[in-house]
């Protein structure tokens, strides 16, 4: 089955900073998305994005599906953004596959 | 208000009990998901289902049951053969499973953590 590496796998940041998550994988995708986990163990929606660039307010994200990755680069980080990023694939299948995540912590 | 709702949102169980996970959505979607979330884990598909009164197993179906007899409902039941329950288990839903893009994306619900004592 499709394989999905995340990297880095932790990230501490002082405020304000910018970042850049990694999600790899290893076959073609119909549908790629990414995930914040909050504290509470609740998984927001960030972005939709099997292709191409989106960016909503301090996020953005871009997939080159014909290589194979996506990059979330999170920009002027507050302490908020603090938690796991996750990264999810589904090849067709109609099944999501995780990535082991991202786990973000930013510093006041 | 739509979303997805899971009941309990804390769940404690005796070793060789089956205990019952609720899922309900109103976003009027025809595919629905469990999944299982262990410490430090990504997420693992548990069942599927793509319309009522149809369902298939994910990756780590065993010791699980599911149903779909109502659109908006997909309880999921913990059974006793289930070796190791304790986790956090998240449910999903999306407009269709295999359709059109746009359609894929998933929405979870709150979750409900259980453990085994």
């Known amino acids: 089955g499709i394989q999905v590496e995340q990297s880095p796998p932790d990230l501490i940041l002082q405020e304000g900073a910018n970042s850049t998550l990694r999600c790899n994988f290893s076959?073609?995708?119909?549908?790629l998305q990414w995930f914040h986990q909050n504290p509470w163990g609740q998984l927001i929606n960030l972005f939709y994005i099997p292709s191409g660039t989106k960016q909503n307010g301090r996020l953005s994200a871009t997939t080159v599906a014909t290589e194979r990755y996506s990059l979330l680069y999170i920009s002027s980080s507050q302490t908020t953004d603090s938690g796991v990023y996750f990264c999810?694939?589904?090849?067709?299948?109609?099944?999501?596959?995780f990535g082991q995540g991202t786990t973000l912590q930013v510093k006041p | 208000d739509g979303g997805i709702t899971q009941s309990p949102k804390y769940l404690f169980r005796k070793e060789g009990q089956n205990v019952t996970l609720s899922c309900e959505q109103n976003l009027n979607h025809d595919a629905m998901y469990w999944y299982r979330q262990d410490p430090g884990q990504g997420l693992r598909l548990i069942y599927y289902s793509q319309i009522v009164n149809d369902f298939q197993k994910g990756d780590i179906a065993e010791g699980y049951s599911v149903s779909r007899e109502k659109k908006e409902s997909f309880p999921l039941t913990v059974t006793s053969a289930q070796k190791n329950p304790t986790a956090f288990y998240l449910c999903?839903?999306?407009?269709?499973?295999?359709?059109?893009?746009?359609?894929?994306?998933?929405?979870f619900g709150p979750g409900t953590r259980l453990t085994v004592l």
């Open positions: 076959d073609s995708v119909n549908n």
């Open positions: 999903a839903s999306s407009i269709d499973a295999t359709g059109l893009a746009g359609q894929l994306e998933q929405f």
């Open positions: 999810a694939v589904d090849s067709n299948t109609g099944k999501l596959i």
